[in-house]
């Protein structure tokens, strides 16, 4: 692949990845890499990439927004969901907390055992299941 082929690729993927779930064409990333005639896996390569993840980044933003936008959402958001007299209260609650947790750092319960008193096998079992989560997440991204 040319960087030319390669570039136009990666736009196409960063077209595609900053476009609503629910309105993606093809739906899935194995549909889009077909589309874009490139190996899963290649997607998968470039998802890991800093350079395009910049790009992703920089994307993202022009995209929705700038951060001081997003606060004003999440403000409209927090007010709906704290006002008893509006009939969308529960619903704005619900997406706030989702909003919320979505930002906040993920931690791996390790069953309140410290590390150092974990066998090899219970610690290779958490991170087995870390890493699982977190290709589970990357692949819906």
């Not at 196409?12 to 889009?32: G, H, S, V």
């Not at 993202?60 to 700038?66: A, Q």
């Not at 936008?69 to 619900?94: C, G, H, W, Y």
């Amino acid at each position: 692949m040319t960087p030319d082929e390669r570039e136009w690729r990666q736009q196409a993927l960063l077209d595609w990845l900053c476009t609503i779930k629910d309105e993606r064409m093809p739906p899935t990333q194995e549909a889009f890499a077909e589309q874009i005639d490139v190996q899963v896996s290649t997607i998968q390569k470039w998802k890991k990439d800093p350079a395009f993840l910049a790009r992703w980044e920089a994307q993202y933003r022009r995209t929705i927004g700038s951060p001081d936008r997003m606060k004003q959402v999440m403000d409209a958001l927090f007010e709906t969901a704290i006002d008893r007299t509006d009939p969308r209260q529960v619903s704005a609650a619900k997406e706030y907390r989702t909003a919320v947790e979505g930002v906040s750092p993920q931690q791996i319960n390790v069953t309140g055992k410290p590390l150092k008193d974990m066998t090899d096998e219970e610690f290779n079992k958490i991170v087995a299941e870390y890493v699982v989560r977190e290709k589970l997440e990357r692949d819906t991204a």
